[in-house]
């Protein structure tokens, strides 16, 4: 199987590039990225534990999916394929703003992105890819900011940092 790419992005979110996804973490290099946040009629957030097989963050609770753009692909495209891949199904999706964050792992590898925060409403159950995603919850805005808060260990390194950005932006929102 082919690694997978990922675009390489300069501070405008202008293509540079593109480079095999490890080699961009293990270089840190900034690339194009995205990261959904679904929500249901009762405001609650829908979050995602991930698999115990990942290669990093394993088993750690993060927001509903997340992941790069293929090259050529469009940011919303993008999120409904990878959200239908991990977490088994679509909704629609609405790209609410952007941030450039860095995020270094335990294991050597860093995360330095160009996140696209995408929101979109489900009220259904989701159906796991297992291989993905461990397990699922839904929670309050301020639920998750408190468990953050006290239970920083259970969390991915990049949801905290998109999270302390996006929460007080996705209370107007939701």
């Known amino acids: 199987m082919k690694e997978?790419?990922?675009?390489?992005?300069?501070?405008?979110?202008?293509?540079?590039?593109?480079?095999?996804k490890m080699e961009a973490h293990e270089k840190a290099l900034l690339h194009r990225a995205f990261s959904v946040?679904?929500?249901n009629d009762k405001k609650e957030l829908l979050l995602q534990q991930r698999a115990?097989?990942?290669?990093?963050s394993p088993n750690l609770w993060t927001n509903t999916c997340c992941s790069h753009q293929r090259d050529g692909e469009k940011n919303i495209d993008a999120g409904k394929r990878r959200l239908n891949e991990e977490m088994g199904f679509v909704c629609d999706l609405k790209e609410v703003f952007s941030f450039i964050y860095k995020a270094p792992f335990d294991n050597g590898l860093t995360e330095h992105e160009f996140d696209h925060v995408m929101v979109?409403?489900?009220n259904d159950e989701p159906k796991?890819?297992?291989?993905?995603?461990?397990?699922?919850k839904w929670m309050t805005?301020?639920?998750v900011k408190n468990d953050v808060q006290y239970y920083p260990e259970k969390y991915?390194?990049?949801?905290?940092?998109?999270?302390?950005?996006?929460?007080?932006?996705?209370?107007?929102?939701?």
């Open 120 to 122: 979109g409403y489900f």
């Open 52 to 56: 115990s097989n990942k290669y990093h």
């Open 141 to 143: 805005l301020d639920d």
């Open 37 to 39: 946040f679904v929500f």
């Open 4 to 20: 997978e790419q990922v675009i390489l992005v300069n501070e405008s979110d202008e293509q540079i590039g593109i480079m095999p």
């Open 128 to 136: 796991l890819e297992i291989s993905e995603v461990a397990n699922y």
């Open 156 to 174: 991915t390194a990049w949801f905290k940092i998109i999270f302390k950005e996006s929460y007080t932006k996705l209370q107007y929102i939701v």
